[in-house]
C-alpha cells in the first residue's frame, strides 16, 4: 500500500435525464460526445491524466454503465472502476469510493470531479487542481472546493458565500467559505454578481481521505457504520456485502451530509472556461452560430431560416423559412418546439407520448 497519493476519483453514475432524447438511462450523458468528439467522460479522463497517472485515477458508476467505462476508458486500470450498487446520492457514494482508494492509497489526497462537466482552459484547470493539493499537504483538516468566477446572473447554479480569509498560493488566492447557497431566483442572481462574494459551486473539491473519513463518521454516522463493516476490496465477498448493505444507507448529498456542517471549508476562485452542459440550452454557448445565428450541429442545410437549434444524429435535416425554433433528431425520436422551451425538453421524458 502506498501513502499520499494524489488521486482523482470520477462521478459517473448519473442518468443525464435533462439531455434526453440523446441522452438515455442505458446511455447517459457523460458516454456521450455533445460537443466535441470525445465522449464528456473521455474528456474528464484525459485533462486530469496529463497530471495524474491512471493507477491514480478511479471512477464510480453502477453495474449499468461498467462496460461503457471500460470500453471508453481503455487506459483505466479495471480495479480502479468502484461499483455503486444502487443510487445513493453523493455522501454514500464518495465515503464507499473513499474507503475503497483508501485500501490502494493510504492518506490519499482526492480530487472528486463530475464526469459531464466541459472545461476550456486545461493549463487554468489543471494548477487550479495541483494549488488545492499542494495545500493540503499543510492543511490536512480542511476540504478545498473550486468555485467558478460568475459571468451572469445564472439561476441554474448552487453557489458558494466566501468570508474575508484568504491567503495566495500559486498565485491563486484560497478563501475561506461563509456558506454554501442553493440556486437563487433572477433577482437574487443578479445580486450574487454583484456583490462579488458569490462563486458557482462547481461541484468539485479535494480532501485528505483521512479527514474525510472522519468528517462523514461524524456527520453521516448512519452510513460509515454501515459501510466501515465491509470486508477488504480484495475479498470474494466484498461485492455480495456491499449490495447487502448499501441500499441500506440514507440518501443523502455531500453538500448536507459534510460540506455545509463542516467547520473548515477553503475556496479556490477559478475561471477555466466551465460549464455543467446542463440542458439543451447550453449548446448556444459552445457550438459557434453560422450567419443567421443558427446554432448546428449534424448534417443540416438551412434557407432563409434564423435564431434556431438544430441537434440532428442520424438524418439529414433541411430548414425552410423557419425563425426562433428548436429541431432535435436522435434515438429515433424527433422533437421540435419553440426555441425558448428548449430546457424543458426533459420534462417529456415520462410522458408516453410516443408509441
Known amino acids: 500500500m502506498e501513502e499520499n497519493k494524489n488521486c482523482v476519483l470520477i462521478m459517473a453514475g448519473g442518468k443525464g435525464t435533462r439531455f434526453w432524447p440523446?441522452?438515455?438511462?442505458?446511455?447517459?450523458?457523460?458516454?456521450?460526445?455533445?460537443?466535441?468528439?470525445?465522449?464528456?467522460?473521455?474528456?474528464?479522463?484525459?485533462?486530469?491524466?496529463?497530471?495524474?497517472?491512471?493507477?491514480?485515477?478511479?471512477?464510480?458508476?453502477?453495474?449499468?454503465?461498467?462496460?461503457?467505462?471500460?470500453?471508453?476508458?481503455?487506459?483505466?486500470?479495471?480495479?480502479?472502476?468502484?461499483?455503486?450498487?444502487?443510487?445513493?446520492?453523493?455522501?454514500?457514494?464518495?465515503?464507499?469510493?473513499?474507503?475503497?482508494?483508501?485500501?490502494?492509497?493510504?492518506?490519499?489526497?482526492?480530487?472528486?470531479?463530475?464526469?459531464?462537466?466541459?472545461?476550456?482552459?486545461?493549463?487554468?484547470?489543471?494548477?487550479?487542481?495541483?494549488?488545492?493539493?499542494?495545500?493540503?499537504?499543510?492543511?490536512?483538516?480542511?476540504?478545498?472546493?473550486?468555485?467558478?468566477?460568475?459571468?451572469?446572473?445564472?439561476?441554474?447554479?448552487?453557489?458558494?458565500?466566501?468570508?474575508n480569509k484568504e491567503i495566495y498560493l500559486n498565485e491563486m488566492k484560497i478563501v475561506d467559505v461563509e456558506k454554501f447557497v442553493e440556486k437563487p431566483d433572477i433577482e437574487t442572481a443578479n445580486q450574487y454578481l454583484q456583490s462579488g462574494r458569490y462563486l458557482w459551486n462547481a461541484g468539485m473539491f479535494v480532501f485528505n481521505s483521512n479527514y474525510m473519513l472522519k468528517e462523514l463518521k461524524e456527520n453521516y454516522s448512519s452510513g460509515y457504520n454501515l459501510l466501515s463493516k465491509l470486508p477488504p476490496i480484495t475479498d470474494k465477498k466484498y461485492q455480495d456485502k456491499l449490495k447487502e448493505i448499501y441500499e441500506q444507507c440514507e440518501t443523502i448529498s455531500i453538500d448536507y451530509a459534510v460540506m455545509e456542517r463542516s467547520d473548515s471549508i477553503h475556496v479556490i476562485p477559478s475561471n477555466f472556461g466551465w460549464d455543467d452542459i446542463g440542458t439543451w440550452k447550453a449548446l448556444q454557448r459552445y457550438i459557434k452560430p453560422d450567419e443567421a445565428s443558427n446554432i448546428i450541429k449534424g448534417?443540416?442545410?438551412?434557407?432563409?431560416?434564423?435564431?434556431?437549434?438544430?441537434?440532428?444524429?442520424?438524418?439529414?435535416?433541411?430548414?425552410?423559412?423557419?425563425?426562433?425554433?428548436?429541431?432535435?433528431?436522435?434515438?429515433?425520436?424527433?422533437?421540435?418546439?419553440?426555441?425558448?422551451?428548449?430546457?424543458?425538453?426533459?420534462?417529456?421524458?415520462?410522458?408516453?407520448?410516443?408509441?
Open 22 to 163: 440523446k441522452s438515455t438511462e442505458e446511455k447517459p450523458k457523460q458516454f456521450l460526445n455533445l460537443i466535441g468528439e470525445k465522449t464528456m467522460i473521455q474528456e474528464t479522463f484525459d485533462r486530469i491524466n496529463k497530471k495524474i497517472p491512471s493507477n491514480q485515477i478511479f471512477v464510480v458508476t453502477c453495474q449499468k454503465y461498467k462496460n461503457l467505462v471500460e470500453k471508453q476508458l481503455p487506459n483505466l486500470p479495471e480495479k480502479n472502476i468502484i461499483i455503486e450498487p444502487i443510487g445513493r446520492n453523493t455522501a454514500p457514494c464518495i465515503l464507499l469510493s473513499t474507503i475503497y482508494i483508501q485500501q490502494i492509497f493510504e492518506n490519499a489526497n482526492i480530487a472528486v470531479l463530475p464526469s459531464d462537466h466541459l472545461i476550456s482552459n486545461i493549463d487554468m484547470f489543471l494548477k487550479t487542481l495541483e494549488t488545492a493539493m499542494e495545500f493540503l499537504k499543510s492543511n490536512k483538516e480542511t476540504i478545498v472546493t473550486i468555485g467558478i468566477k460568475p459571468d451572469r446572473p445564472e439561476t441554474g447554479y448552487g453557489y458558494i458565500k466566501t468570508a
Open 299 to 355: 448534417e443540416v442545410k438551412a434557407y432563409n431560416s434564423s435564431n434556431n437549434v438544430v441537434y440532428a444524429e442520424d438524418k439529414k435535416i433541411i430548414l425552410l423559412d423557419v425563425d426562433d425554433i428548436f429541431f432535435i433528431e436522435s434515438n429515433d425520436l424527433i422533437v421540435v418546439g419553440k426555441k425558448d422551451k428548449i430546457s424543458e425538453v426533459y420534462q417529456l421524458r415520462n410522458k408516453n407520448l410516443v408509441g
